[in-house]
């Protein structure tokens, strides 16, 4: 026996080798290592304990197996498997076996007999378990084969008479996970596992075991996620193990009603010890909600989260969830949240509360108190209270599912929202608020709820507070009382917390806008006017100030009686600000008022129409650059980018598209100053100045270039396509600059190869977009492709200078949006003094707080730079979890820098700076498949050529003072 | 049927507040559960009647253990009396937090009662500490053996640091007793837990029997934000407080809300009793909720951070303030010293956050006077505002039907709450789980008849060998079994019959039915018996049937011989013989016979 199974080893060996001939490069390393299987082989029969035998496996396990060898191992591990008498090394096969088939690329078809044979004659239950297992691994390998499947599942089905639960169990997952799905497929084959699987399952739900009830649940999931229509039968059957003493099986089998309260919402079941019928969703929701108040709270969790998707429940259920009827010595009692709203409505406000404020009023019959309901009553209500944080989150996020797809209960819902404002847990708080900022289009705050919403303001967690900002952004107020709280907490906020003053400007400016009818009664009060006496100017550095103006001119804008009512310096404060704060404060209408004296006058500033007009018309203008003479041409340019910067300055939504067009501009300007025609006819060693600027210019557009590709988003592929056609420009221009300076042809002759591969690259990699680029420098290259591969270096050289010289400028269509990545460090703020004192060589932690916008994936890209005063810099990767991300296109990164240096004499300043990364590698991934952004595709085809790393310093530098001391001895 | 009974004694709880005292007799078994005090009685009725449990002979004799659930005093307060002046010398169980607060407030309890009244005849310091010799403390969900049989089980109750329910069983039959708890968490304790005991009895408390309470964090909200105003004004805050429990509470609402909210103003708790109980609190972590628990490696939450400790003197700073000082109630004190300080400034606020006694100072301004007759003639205006804020600790009408859901007892016994409230509350139950439910008076004892399930001790090979008889063994159905159940020193035995011959020096007898069936059949035997075979073989799918050579079947272990008639020749004699063992499918071959062989076919 040994002699033929050696024999096929070394038959495999061969063909090992037989392989590596025709792949000789990949495999070259194999050669000399012996095969697998036989040195598992020889190992396997020097063992003499099973001690051994199972040491041999283990270490064999450690090690990968080719796929070409693994056939052979299987083989050989069961040869063994029949002579093992130990189970514990039965065991380790069998787990191998199953491992094995696993490997990649390698189709298990042939050793499913054998495994199965296996089966046959063990007795031990952990081994047949395993092998269970390891016959599951085959089965969902060879999902395609149905008569594999089929004879699996057959077998399984004879298994699960077995006495070990283990056993049980992997029978059911078996089947949950190979059993037959399509009805048709049943049918044909003529077996015993043509049975109804789903049958077969339930009858296990009543298994004495635990963990095999938890299996047969999960194997019905799976079959139900597999595709198979559960029958609604199980539904009753479901209904009992809710009852289950063990929490798994409850968890598993409230899955199972959420899924068939999914299949088959509208049809009817009865209400046992009564002859009503209800949906079946609500019968399921009740059962649901019943079991939100369960002993475990794994199972509570799980009920609560599953709540949220119910969304076929009927209303009242619905509303049921909230309702918990209070009683005090068996008379009603109101809750604190009718007692509110009842104060609300009679129109007086809270009195301080007295005591007995809240005696109990009716009286109830004792009879129709239902302590424990059978429906959904008060479900949310006790989950909202529950003792488990995950569980209160797992209510706050149901509620919020539910609430975005029914207005009635949003209302209904916001009082226990705003309680939960007040959960000791800082998550709870912050998934409330967010929740309740997701669902704020459906309902209006009353001014108790407001109250208790403003009163988290002063919360010292700074994301609670931004949160609340944001949720204030997107809130409908019901009365102008309420806005004035708003607006004096918000400046009481500001007061205490003032770094938040950009968050609560923009805050201000929603709330204004969203409510001009509300603030309009307000204003004299806010601006302090008065009819008959000149008040004084207020200060217009003052924080608060701006606040309350953002509110009345957000407000302004949609009203224009307002304006009537502002007083003469209130005129010049919105002149300044429009100017100023621009992204806060928006245009208006000034009527009978000339304003000539602000820079930017109303009737000035152009709307977003004329604007984008303007962008189009001066790029127009120098799209027709090639009639001009040069000096034409570059003060063209030089017109044309200051332009658009200024255009950018003033109009943020334009700013990313104008400062992306400038800088492409901006590069042409160069590229044209450092081909001047009559500097070049200069000798070249003569000119040296001429090159220090062209290969300056060239550095200088190779950088921009990458500026274009990576810090905007929304850049299509056929701006990609004209970025690296410039950045080809910019190199082939480095080429002539070096070639004009360097000796001998030796290292010209690299670069030639390199930039000829490039201009290859590029071809390929754009190939579509090839026909709208007529003229262009790199068709004109393209046709003389030919002859500039067999041409020399210096001949190369000549040719790219007459192309690139003759070239014809490019078109930049501008995309639809484009955004600039730009980022803002808040903290450290640096105008500290006070330097940060620390002992040299430990280290200090310094926080950093910075905004981004339009950065896509932050997490991967952005690196804080430290600068130290000797030149030495550091870069830090943040944390993923440092990055927040409030909203769409924003993100906040809030992290610590890690600082340590050698003992200075004195305080000195360090620069912190954030850096976008790249990878040139990832756009030309993209650019292949024209829809895809740039940010994503890292998996696609590798690139043959190196990718260009590097990083672009996208924030201003902020100074941080340290002073590392010495230490003391 | 064998029966047996829970006594259940209310010594002192029955349908009353305070002085809790119950006598459970259990299998046998004696345990009494808590000791309590009366508050309400400087007399000899303050403390429980012990002359009840044995008219003669000593308590330790009678009682194998005394349990405490909590360290309240109307649980726990009669203790030394009980134990050192009564005489008990046997265990007393208590959780650990409960031993070591206990003693505290026993000490305090004594020092007003016999230092301030001057009363005599009262427990000693020096009986207070060899009372807490006697106790054995007991971990969460540690099962203590109390001896062979009994054995006590705690489990969480919230309510206070280191309340526990507790789990007796004696062999298969159990009684819960869950003292005082609540269901809702706290913002320093989590909220009763149970698993699915299904005891036979179930000894709850009915505090509030017919009351349904609403959101915890109305309240809470409610209290902050009043006090947040007051503070903000530059008022002062008085808040009455009784020393333990509730205080901790609110001194973790206001810390952490302190913390929240970055609030300067200054927070005293007056000293004495509650500075070295927190010491527990902040030792008993495990016994806080989640937040404390998972929080507490940065920072223990009762290491307060904006809490001081109080000095008269303070009270007279300017400036905004929180004052926690006791009693509860405003009639003596410290708290009442403050209160007559800040109540003639409108500024001021006084929270009171628990119920007060009529007569007391607190109960008056409660009920809205403004103008106090203090001693002296004094008359004292009241400015201030007064605030009522109810934090309770006890489980509502609707906690007290989840934890009897969770654990799914069979009998429900009410105690610790009043009569006509206790009514409703049974009557819930009842129709609710269907399970009966009692509410004893003082002194009135309850008997619950169970229905005990006796364990039989099995052989594992018997037991294999029949489960691999059946199908697989179902817990829902009972399941037939051979064996012969060996009575012997109190235990009982199943073993297989083999065993039980040789253990009992016996010989085996074979027992044989045997049975004549005449069937009318004119052919020869060895025909009939080759039909009846056939026939046999039709019918017994299952089974296997044999033709013997020598002419006889059989089924099994089951012998069938046919022979003629000897009178009449058409009819054959079948004889069916069989072991007693094999008697099922005997009986059932006989009248499978005896309906007679269906018509030959050709």
């Known amino acids: ?969 | 049927m064998p029966e047996s009974s829970f006594l259940c004694l209310g010594a002192g709880a029955g349908q009353d507040v305070g002085r809790s005292c119950i006598l459970v007799s259990i299998a046998g078994k004696n345990v009494m559960l808590d000791c309590g005090m009366h508050m309400g009685y400087n007399d000899d009725r303050r403390f429980p009647d012990f002359s009840y449990i044995t008219q003669n002979g000593r308590l330790t004799d009678f009682l194998d253990c005394v349990i405490i659930s909590h360290f309240h005093l109307d649980h726990c307060g009669a203790l030394p009396y009980f134990s050192e002046m009564v005489g008990y010398d046997g265990p007393i169980y208590m959780t650990h937090p409960t031993k070591a607060i206990c003693p505290i407030l026993l000490e305090d309890y004594r020092k007003i009662t016999v230092d301030k009244k001057g009363e005599i005849n009262f427990f000693t310091s020096q009986m207070i500490k060899d009372c807490m010799k006697k106790v054995v403390a007991v971990h969460l969900h540690q099962t203590v053996q109390v001896d062979e049989e009994l054995e006590i089980k705690a489990y969480y109750a919230g309510h206070v640091l280191g309340a526990a329910m507790f789990q007796i069983k004696v062999g298969c039959e159990s009684v819960v007793y869950t003292g005082d708890y609540n269901m809702t968490p706290d913002r320093h304790l989590g909220a009763a837990w149970i698993d699915k005991c299904r005891p036979d009895l179930l000894i709850s408390e009915s505090t509030y029997a017919t009351t349904i309470r609403d959101s915890k964090r109305c309240r809470e909200r409610d209290f902050l934000k009043k006090v947040h105003e007051t503070v903000e004004r530059g008022g002062k805050v008085l808040i009455p407080v009784f020393a333990l429990g509730r205080a901790q509470e609110l001194c973790i609402l206001l810390e952490t809300f302190w913390e929240r909210m970055n609030l300067k103003a200054p927070i005293y708790f007056s000293t004495g009793l509650t500075e070295k109980a927190n010491h527990y609190y902040k030792l008993f972590i495990t016994w806080t909720n989640q937040k404390i628990r998972k929080t507490f490696v940065q920072r223990n939450m009762f290491e307060f951070k904006h809490i001081k400790a109080f000095d008269r003197a303070f009270a007279d700073n300017p400036g905004p303030m929180v004052v926690f000082a006791t009693p509860g109630m405003l009639h003596a004190g410290q708290s009442l010293q403050i209160f007559k300080k800040w109540a003639g400034n409108e500024k001021n606020m006084v929270i009171m956050p628990g119920y007060c006694v009529q007569g007391t100072v607190g109960h008056k301004i409660l009920s809205g006077q403004r103008k106090l007759e203090m001693e002296g003639r004094q008359i004292l205006e009241v400015k201030m505002q007064v605030e009522y804020m109810s934090f309770s600790a006890h489980a509502d009408a609707k906690g007290i039907m989840q934890l009897i859901r969770q654990a799914e007892p069979r009998n429900v016994l009410l105690v610790h709450g009043e009569a006509k409230k206790m009514e409703f509350l049974k009557q819930k139950i009842e129709q609710e789980f269907h399970v009966s439910c009692y509410m004893p008076a003082n002194g009135e004892t309850t008997t619950i008849f169970t229905n005990p399930s006796i364990p039989v001790d099995i052989s594992l090979g018997l037991l294999k060998r029949e489960t691999a008889l059946g199908l697989l063994p179902d817990v829902r159905k009972p399941q037939l079994m051979h064996g012969t159940l060996i009575l012997k020193d109190n235990s009982f035995r199943l073993v297989s019959p083999e065993q039980a011959l040789k253990e009992l020096g016996l010989t085996e007898h074979q027992l044989r039915f045997t049975c004549r069936v005449h069937i009318q059949d004119p052919r020869k035997e060895h025909e009939t018996v080759l039909r009846v075979y056939n026939h046999l073989k039709g019918v017994l799918k299952d089974y296997s049937v044999q033709h013997l050579p020598d002419g006889s079947i059989t089924v099994e272990s089951i012998l069938i011989q046919a022979t003629a008639h000897s009178e009449d020749q058409g009819t054959k004699v079948l004889l069916v013989s069989w072991t007693y063992q094999d008697e099922e499918l005997g009986s059932y071959l006989t009248s499978l016979l005896k309906k007679g062989l269906p018509q030959s076919t050709p």
């Not at chain 1, 806005?483 to 205490?496: G, Q």
């Not at chain 1, 709307?607 to 009639?627: K, M």
């Not at chain 1, 043959?944 to 530098?957: A, H, Q, V």
Request: one cysteine or more.
């Open chain 1, 1 to 969: 026996m040994a002699a033929h199974l050696k024999k096929r080893v070394y038959e495999e060996f061969t063909k090992v080798v037989q392989q590596q001939h025709e792949d000789l490069s990949a495999k070259k390393l194999r050669l000399t290592k012996p095969s697998k299987s036989a040195a598992l082989h020889v190992d396997l029969c020097k063992a003499t304990s099973p001690a051994d035998a199972l040491q041999y496996l283990l270490q064999f396990a450690r090690k990968p197996v080719e796929v070409e060898s693994v056939e052979g191992v299987v083989r050989i591990l069961l040869e063994h498997y029949y002579k093992e008498n130990d189970a514990s090394v039965r065991l380790k096969i069998a787990s191998l076996l199953g491992l094995l088939s696993k490997t990649a690329g390698f189709s298990p078809d042939c050793i499913v007999d054998d495994a199965i044979n296996t089966l046959q004659n063990e007795k031990s239950h952990q081994v047949l378990a395993q092998l269970l297992d390891t016959l599951l691994v085959i089965g969902t390998k060879l999902t395609e084969n149905p008569s594999v499947r089929m004879r699996l599942v057959e077998v399984a089905c004879k298994h699960l008479t077995d006495s070990s639960h283990g056993v049980r169990n992997k029978c059911l997952q078996l089947i949950g996970c190979l059993g037959p799905v399509e009805k048709g497929a049943a049918k044909e084959v003529e077996s015993q596992a043509a049975r109804d699987v789903q049958k077969i399952i339930g009858d296990h739900f009543n298994d004495q075991d635990p963990r095999v009830r938890t299996a047969a649940i999960k194997a019905m999931l799976q079959l139900h996620e597999r595709g198979l229509k559960l029958q609604q039968a199980i539904y009753s059957q479901a209904c009992k193990l809710l009852a289950d003493d063990y929490e798994q099986v409850r968890s598993a089998a409230v899955q199972l009603i959420w899924v068939l309260s999914q299949l088959y919402p509208e049809s009817i079941v009865p209400i046992p010890s009564s002859n009503e019928e209800i949906r079946l969703v609500d019968d399921a929701f009740g059962k649901i909600c019943h079991m939100v108040s369960d002993g475990s709270w794994v199972v509570r969790v799980q009920a609560a989260k599953l709540l949220g998707s119910m969304q076929q429940v009927s209303s009242h259920f619905l509303e049921q969830t909230l309702d918990k009827k209070l009683m005090s010595d068996l008379r009603r009692k109101r809750t604190a949240h009718e007692r509110a709203k009842e104060l609300y409505s009679s129109g007086e406000f809270s009195s301080g509360r007295k005591w007995g404020d809240d005696a109990p009023k009716e009286e109830i019959d004792t009879g129709a108190v239902n302590l424990i309901e059978s429906g959904a009553c008060g479900a949310f209500v006790h989950g909202l209270e529950d003792e488990m944080y995950e569980v209160r989150i797992a209510a706050v996020e149901a509620l919020c599912m539910l609430a975005q797809s029914s207005p009635s209960f949003a209302e209904k819902c916001l009082d226990f929202l705003v309680d939960m404002f007040n959960d000791e847990i800082e998550e709870v708080r912050l998934q409330s608020i967010h929740t309740m900022r997701k669902i704020s289009n459906n309902i209006t705050l009353r001014e108790d709820q407001l109250d208790t919403v403003l009163a988290v303001l002063e919360d010292s967690s700074r994301d609670i507070r931004e949160a609340l900002h944001e949720l204030l952004c997107c809130t409908n107020v019901s009365t102008k009382e309420g806005i004035h709280l708003a607006l004096v907490e918000l400046l009481k906020n500001l007061t205490k917390y003032p770094t938040d003053r950009e968050s609560i400007w923009k805050c201000l400016k929603f709330l204004g806008s969203r409510h001009p009818t509300l603030v309009l009664p307000l204003v004299p009060e806010l601006l302090s006017t008065h009819p008959f006496f000149d008040t004084p100017e207020p200060d217009m550095d003052d924080p608060a100030y701006i606040a309350v103006l953002v509110l009345i001119f957000n407000a302004a804008k949609s009203c224009p009686t307002m304006p009537a009512l502002f007083s003469d310096h209130t005129f010049r404060h919105y002149a300044y600000l429009r100017d100023s704060l621009s992204h806060l404060v928006p245009p208006l209408r000034l009527p009978g008022r000339k304003l000539v004296s602000s820079p930017v006058s109303p009737s000035i500033v152009p709307h977003e129409d004329p604007s984008q007009q303007f962008l189009h018309q001066s790029l127009e203008r120098v799209y027709n650059l090639q009639h001009l003479d040069p000096q034409g041409i570059q003060e063209l340019l030089e017109f044309t980018i200051r332009d658009l910067q200024r255009l950018g300055e003033l109009q943020s939504e334009l700013a990313g598209m104008a400062d992306f067009t400038a800088t492409y501009l901006q590069c042409q300007l160069l590229l044209t100053k450092a081909l001047q025609e009559k500097l070049w006819n200069v000798a070249a060693p003569l000119y040296l100045k001429q090159n220090a600027l062209a290969s300056a210019a060239a550095k200088q557009i190779l950088e921009e270039t990458y500026k274009m590709e990576f810090m905007y988003s929304g850049v299509e592929s056929r701006q990609v396509v004209i970025i690296h056609h410039m950045r080809l420009q910019a190199k082939a221009l480095q080429l002539i600059v070096t070639a004009r300076t360097t000796r001998g042809a030796e290292p010209l002759f690299g670069m030639c190869e390199k930039f000829l591969q490039e201009v290859d690259s590029f071809q390929r990699c754009f190939i579509s977009e090839l026909p709208h680029m007529q003229g262009s420098f790199v068709d004109k290259l393209l046709d003389l492709m030919p002859r500039l591969v067999t041409s020399k270096p210096s001949e190369v050289v000549k040719i790219l200078q007459t192309t690139l010289r003759q070239s014809t400028f490019l078109h930049l269509p501008l995309p639809q949006q484009l955004h600039r990545a730009t980022a803002n460090i808040i903290e450290p703020t640096g105008e500290s003094d006070n330097p940060l004192r620390f002992t040299s060589g430990l280290v200090v932690a310094l926080d950093v707080d910075a905004t981004l916008e339009h950065v896509q994936d932050p997490q991967g890209t952005v690196k804080v730079q430290v600068l130290y005063p000797d030149g030495q810099a550091q870069i830090i990767h943040p944390k993923p979890a440092d990055f927040r991300n409030p909203g769409p296109g924003r993100h906040r990164l809030i992290t610590q820098v890690y600082l340590s240096h050698t003992a200075w004499t004195e305080p000195c300043q360090i620069e912190v700076q954030l850096l976008l990364a790249y990878n040139s590698n990832r756009s030309k991934a993209s650019a292949k498949m024209p829809k895809s952004t740039w940010s994503e595709s890292l998996e696609t085809l590798p690139q043959p050529e190196n990718g260009i790393e590097g990083t672009i310093p996208f924030s201003k530098p902020v100074k941080v003072f340290i002073m590392p001391k010495p230490a003391r001895r």
